[in-house]
């Protein structure tokens, strides 16, 4: 653990914890231009899980901020975003892993990526690597072309110390990566942060 409360994912690795309904969470990138992919799943059902999709499509727009729910697979609200020092977010692109690796970047050895991250963090949990869906991916700057939607992976608008925080709406189970590609991290690899607020207890 960090100070302050925080705790450090450590570069191109992963982790899962629980959030009781009402909990905050904090991710924030230290040194900046550092992704974070997050996962939700309702802890009491588990094929109840983040969708891109459903969120998208209610908030019919691709960039979400301070405010916005985000949506499960089942149209309920897994977790707001309650304070946003960024503004830029990614909930298009699937976790990063070995074949993305391979088939982009032509890796012939492969890092398992945030794909392999997630899924052996969730493992404990009972969520195999089939059930982990597109992730809201933490400061990942994907900007669209509005017209040929065309997209590219630009450099994360993140800089040291910013930070976003989601509310649960749900009793959640949470995967949470320092992201291990290097172009969504403008070409390094760094560790992220994350503080977890408790429901009723001061920051």
């Known amino acids: 653990m960090c100070a302050e409360g925080r705790h450090e994912i450590a570069p191109r690795s992963g982790v899962a914890f629980t959030l009781d309904r009402g909990d905050r969470l904090t991710v924030i990138d230290p040194r900046g231009e550092q992704v974070a992919d997050l996962l939700a799943f309702n802890r009491h059902d588990t094929d109840e899980v983040l969708s891109s999709g459903r969120t998208l499509d209610y908030a019919s727009r691709i960039y979400l901020t301070t405010g916005d729910p985000l949506y499960s697979n089942r149209s309920n609200v897994l977790l707001r975003i309650v304070e946003d020092s960024v503004g830029r977010h990614d909930f298009l692109l699937t976790p990063c ?5 391979r088939i982009i970047y032509g890796d012939a050895d492969p890092h398992r990526g945030c794909f392999g991250n997630l899924a052996a963090a969730l493992a404990p949990y009972g ?3 089939d059930r982990i869906p ?6 990942m700057n994907v900007p669209v072309d509005g017209t040929t939607g065309t997209f590219h992976v630009a450099p994360p608008l993140s800089r040291a110390g910013d930070h976003i925080t989601f509310e649960a709406q749900a009793d959640l189970i949470i995967g949470l990566t320092a992201c291990s590609a290097l172009q969504s991290n403008n070409g390094s690899f ?4 994350y503080r977890i607020v408790r429901a009723g207890k001061a920051a």
């Open 134 to 139: 597109v992730a809201f991916n933490c400061f």
């Open 127 to 129: 969520i195999g690597p």
């Open 97 to 101: 892993s070995a074949d993305t690796f």
């Open 190 to 193: 760094k560790p992220i942060h």
